[in-house]
């Protein structure tokens, strides 16, 4: 029980654990719903998102901190930073 092989540890962490997210942006989930963006087609959240800031980091999925600017937003991801955008208004 002292020598087990570890060639299924190859450090690839489980997406669930958030640690091996790589630095390049990719939308991978809904900034409004948190859906994956390919699991359907958010014509809603794109509409919602032209009005309102975006509330999940679309690479990683966390919660964003959201600041209001004067022609829109700034939006803080714990992990990737900041993003920003505009509202267009009616
Ligand atoms: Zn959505
Ligand atoms: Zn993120």
């Known amino acids: 029980m002292s ?9 690839w962490s ?4 958030l640690g091996a997210i790589p630095p390049v ?11 994956s963006a390919s699991k359907k087609s958010h014509v809603l959240c794109r509409q919602r998102l032209e009005v309102e800031p975006p509330k999940m ?5 966390r919660q964003l ?6 022609d829109g937003w700034v939006a803080q991801c714990k992990k990737h ?5 505009t509202i267009t208004r009616a």
């Open 57 to 61: 980091c679309t690479t990683c999925r």
């Open 65 to 70: 901190t959201v600041e209001k600017t004067a």
């Open 14 to 17: 489980d997406p669930d654990t």
């Open 25 to 35: 942006r990719t939308v991978t989930y809904c900034g409004y719903c948190g859906e």
């Open 81 to 85: 930073g900041e993003t920003s955008g």
């Open 3 to 11: 020598d087990l092989p570890t060639a299924g540890d190859s450090g």
